[in-house]
């Protein structure tokens, strides 16, 4: 906007970006090689405006550091947040060692452009909060997640799961399902995983890596086992503590080759060792492994990979105890393995207004 006066005529006074424009060509003129004395000369007359001067020092002073944006990493990773701040304002001639041959006018317009782009840019990546990054996997899925910082995800079936990486922390809420955490290390931001209101941090005192399995069974119930390292399970909120029963400073640990179950009565810790935590990765791999798990156990793991569910309809057999690895979403296989060897009957029913049905099992005697 040009301000005018009552006869319509341009006014005297100048506009903020006539003032930044001739800034910008200052700069550009006096980092040339051709820069005269009587050009610099007839700068300190214009600088000695102090509207002028203010925002000759500005542009001046971001042009300066505009090389120090490499130094800003992206959203999920280290920014500078002072790259601006703290400024000298002691105003010094630039060096007149740059022999650029741009036209000045296109060069001026470049230089203001850039200056207000990259503080612009500096400013909201110090301000602003990096997003949360979702992830989710359907029923029968599996996904692959490699972080910025080097650590990595294995997502399970069925999950989801949120991701925040920022200078300070790194930041998990695994919201459904379950996931295998292998975590990079950095001593400098934590990595903590939310889930059901319980705050799983790994304990990193070096450059370590770390490896654990948290699986969310209901809303207050979770699992978590740990093959590599050592974690700290703490409340979320005030909330946790008075569910649990216990004080807000109360924590629990977890070395390699445990597993912890969180429920609302209370944490169960359990010395399981590092072969069977490994077997119950198996669906890593896509496989289920059992080891002695009964047969409604087993129904229940599988249906949690597979639309079409198992339902064991006979008592009986409800506590038949069950050894082997299977295909995760193939149950087809897995009902036939029953019938060979189990004993076991199957018959499958389709659901009304689905193309998916169930299989009901019962004894075959």
Not at 18 to 43: C, K, P, V
């Amino acid at each position: 906007m040009v301000e005018l006066d009552s006869a319509g005529a341009r006014s005297t006074m100048t506009r903020a970006t006539d003032i930044e424009q001739q800034a910008s060509e200052w700069i550009i003129r006096s980092e040339g090689g051709d820069f005269t004395e009587i050009q610099r000369a007839e700068m300190q007359r214009w600088l000695k405006e102090p509207r002028n001067r203010t925002t000759f020092l500005r542009l001046n002073e971001a042009w300066r550091r505009a090389s120090r944006m490499r130094d800003a990493r992206p959203l999920e990773g280290n920014v500078d947040p002072d790259l601006l701040k703290n400024t000298d304002l002691s105003w010094r001639l630039p060096n007149d060692t740059n022999k650029s041959g741009w036209p000045l006018r296109v060069a001026a317009a470049a230089a203001l452009c850039l200056i207000i782009y990259l503080a612009g840019l500096t400013a909201w990546l110090a301000s602003s909060p990096p997003d949360w990054i979702k992830y989710a996997t359907s029923i029968g899925g599996f996904a692959n997640i490699a972080l910025a910082d080097g650590s990595a995800i294995q997502l399970n079936t069925d999950s989801e799961l949120r991701a925040r990486l920022t200078a300070h922390s790194r930041e998990i809420q695994l919201v459904r399902g379950e996931a295998l955490f292998k975590v990079a290390g950095d001593r400098h931001r934590p990595f903590t995983i939310e889930a059901a209101n319980v705050a799983v941090r790994v304990k990193q005192p070096g450059e370590t890596t770390a490896a654990l399995v948290v699986r969310v069974r209901a809303p207050s119930a979770i699992d978590v086992s740990v093959t590599r390292g050592s974690v700290v399970l703490e409340p979320v909120e005030r909330l946790f503590d008075i569910a649990f029963r216990r004080s807000a400073v109360e924590t629990s640990t977890i070395v390699e080759g445990d597993l912890a179950t969180v429920r609302p009565e209370g944490v169960h810790l359990m010395r399981v060792g590092l072969e069977e935590l490994n077997r119950k990765l198996s669906w890593t791999a896509g496989l289920l492994s059992f080891q002695g798990e009964t047969l409604a156990e087993v129904t229940d793991e599988f249906n949690r990979y597979n639309r079409k569910h198992l339902i064991v309809t006979d008592p009986a057999i409800a506590g038949r105890r069950i050894g082997g690895a299977f295909q995760a979403t193939d149950p087809d296989s897995f009902v036939s393995a029953l019938r060979k060897g189990f004993g076991v009957r199957a018959y499958e029913q389709p659901l009304e207004n689905s193309g998916v049905g169930v299989i009901r099992l019962t004894s075959a005697r």
